[in-house]
């Protein structure tokens, strides 16, 4: 179920934009071109961190190996484990990609 705060047509809009994107290449251009550079680091960063959760890791080792903070480990936590699923989502396929 998608949060109906965030749910509008300017997300419809850019939900579409990102899956019309066709190469890793493409992807990097458009992030670029629409976040700051903190913005891109901050969302790789948080999956990062909740693969390194989904893997069993602590705190203390994802904070060491991420640089991520407390909070934002913690953050992470919450939505992987209660948030709408769309970690798992990634996490999964990204799984499956890297088997092939």
């Not at 602590?58 to 640089?67: H, K, L, N, R």
């Amino acid at each position: 179920m998608v949060n109906p705060k965030i749910k509008d047509n300017e997300m419809d809009q850019l939900c579409r934009a990102i899956l019309l994107l066709e190469s890793e290449e493409e992807c990097y251009q458009f992030f670029e071109d629409v976040c700051t550079i903190s913005e891109i680091k901050a969302m790789s960063q948080r999956l990062q961190v909740a693969r390194m959760l989904q893997e069993g890791k602590t705190y203390q080792q994802i904070e060491s190996e991420t640089g991520a903070s407390t909070a934002t480990i913690s953050r992470v936590k919450r939505y992987l484990n209660y948030g709408a699923g769309g970690y798992q989502t990634v996490l999964s396929r990204l799984e499956e990609q890297e088997k092939k």
